[in-house]
């Protein structure tokens, strides 16, 4: 922990003013993943008798149950395509997604058809959790999925809150989730 700049007070005064700044409980981290349903923030909080900056992500059940079936679906089309490697979609010089080869069409028809399998099936099934990470190079890390419909600043509020006073309430029941059809809404 001596190096984890997460502990110093000097960083720990910073995210203070920051926070005293915006009259929150935490910071916002500027990144291109923040979403709805995604959120990366600081706050400060105890760990082992110790003030240190809390670098949380917290989600919802929502993306999380799609992430773990889209997992479902890669590791299925490596075992079915062992030619399989992630696939990477590439621009033309118009910013256009250029065609698919052959074989990634094939195996991108075959992991959307196992992703609408396992959601029928629910086969995946995720609940409310908290993960901490007391190995990382800034602060505690902490992955949250939560079952909320979005990433709110009043979720991160009550959240920080409910933490900081040893006060959460996580949901144990499992969940399972069908994507949304944009032509059904």
Not at 46 to 52: D, H, T
Not at 75 to 101: K, S
Request: charged residues 30%; hydrophobic residues 35%; proline residues 2%.
């Amino acid at each position: 922990m001596n190096n984890n700049k997460g502990f110093d007070p000097v960083e720990i005064q910073k995210l203070k003013e920051q926070m005293a700044a915006a009259n929150t409980s935490f910071v916002v981290i500027d990144s291109e993943d923040n979403s709805d349903e995604f959120m990366n923030f600081h706050f400060i909080g105890m760990y082992e008798g110790k003030e240190v900056v809390y670098d949380a992500a917290l989600y919802t059940l929502r993306l999380h149950h799609s992430s773990e079936i889209y997992e479902l679906a890669e590791h299925r089309a490596a075992q079915r395509f062992p030619e399989y490697h992630q696939i990477a979609y590439q621009e033309d010089e118009n910013g256009d997604f250029e065609p698919l080869g052959d074989l990634e069409e094939e195996i991108g028809l075959f992991m959307a058809e196992v992703m609408e399998e396992l959601e029928d099936e629910e086969a995946v099934k995720v609940h409310e959790h908290v993960d901490m990470d007391a190995n990382q190079d800034f602060g505690i890390g902490l992955d949250i999925g939560l079952n909320i419909d979005k990433v709110t600043g009043e979720v991160m509020s009550k959240f920080v809150l409910d933490f900081n006073e040893d006060n959460l309430d996580l949901d144990a029941r499992l969940y399972s989730f069908q994507t949304e059809d944009d032509e059904d809404e």
